[in-house]
């Protein structure tokens, strides 16, 4: 696992629908571009591209991330200390989350939690936010399954 301070945060274009890709790059602290180039993305009706949670889930794979059950919090606001479904607190432990868009309706916007912040690729959004800002749809721990080592954010 990246210590939480390498973690960069990397941002969408506006009007974009690239967060799933964003999240994928800064889970591997690598470039947008590197992520987008690993994963295949699905078009939407106006022309657009986006990927799916599967395209994450394999490229998180592929790169020795394995992703934990996903699940809703538990109600009321979700801090650090919130228990997992089993009792493990969010507190470093970095995961996937996903909150209901701000800019697209009946969708879901994708976040990364890097175990102490929350990295939102919303550009509308700082770098870094806490997690009582958000109201958290599902949560996905991840586990890093071998030691790789700390690499800049590239493209």
Same mark, same amino acid.
């Given at each position: /696992? #990246?210590?939480?301070?390498?973690? %960069?945060? !990397? %941002?969408?274009?506006? +009007?974009?629908?690239?967060?799933?890709?964003?999240?994928?790059? /800064?889970?591997?602290?690598?470039?947008? @571009?590197?992520? /987008?180039?690993?994963?295949?993305? *699905?078009?939407?009706?106006?022309?657009?591209?986006?990927? %799916?949670?599967?395209?994450?889930?394999?490229?998180?794979?592929?790169?020795?991330?394995?992703? +934990?059950? !996903?699940?809703?919090?538990?109600?009321?606001?979700?801090? %650090?200390?919130?228990?997992?479904?089993?009792?493990?607190?969010?507190?470093? @432990? =970095?995961?996937?989350?996903?909150?209901?868009?701000?800019? &697209?309706?009946?969708?879901?916007? /994708?976040? &990364?939690? $890097?175990? $102490?912040?929350?990295? $939102?690729?919303? =550009?509308?959004?700082?770098?870094?936010?806490?997690?009582?800002?958000?109201? !958290?749809?599902? !949560?996905?721990?991840? *586990?890093? #399954?071998?030691?790789?080592? *700390?690499?800049?954010?590239?493209?």
């Amino acid at each position: /696992m #990246l210590p939480p301070s390498t973690y %960069k945060t !990397i %941002k969408q274009a506006r +009007g974009s629908r690239l967060c799933v890709a964003c999240v994928a790059a /800064m889970a591997v602290g690598k470039g947008l @571009r590197y992520a /987008m180039n690993r994963m295949t993305p *699905t078009r939407w009706p106006d022309g657009r591209h986006y990927y %799916k949670v599967r395209e994450l889930l394999k490229f998180l794979g592929q790169h020795g991330i394995c992703p +934990g059950l !996903i699940f809703g919090p538990p109600p009321g606001p979700v801090t %650090k200390t919130t228990p997992l479904g089993c009792d493990v607190p969010l507190k470093a @432990r =970095p995961a996937v989350l996903s909150i209901p868009s701000a800019h &697209f309706p009946n969708t879901e916007h /994708m976040l &990364f939690w $890097d175990g $102490d912040v929350v990295r $939102d690729p919303d =550009p509308d959004m700082p770098d870094t936010v806490s997690l009582v800002r958000y109201r !958290i749809v599902e !949560i996905m721990p991840l *586990t890093y #399954l071998d030691e790789r080592p *700390t690499r800049k954010a590239t493209t």
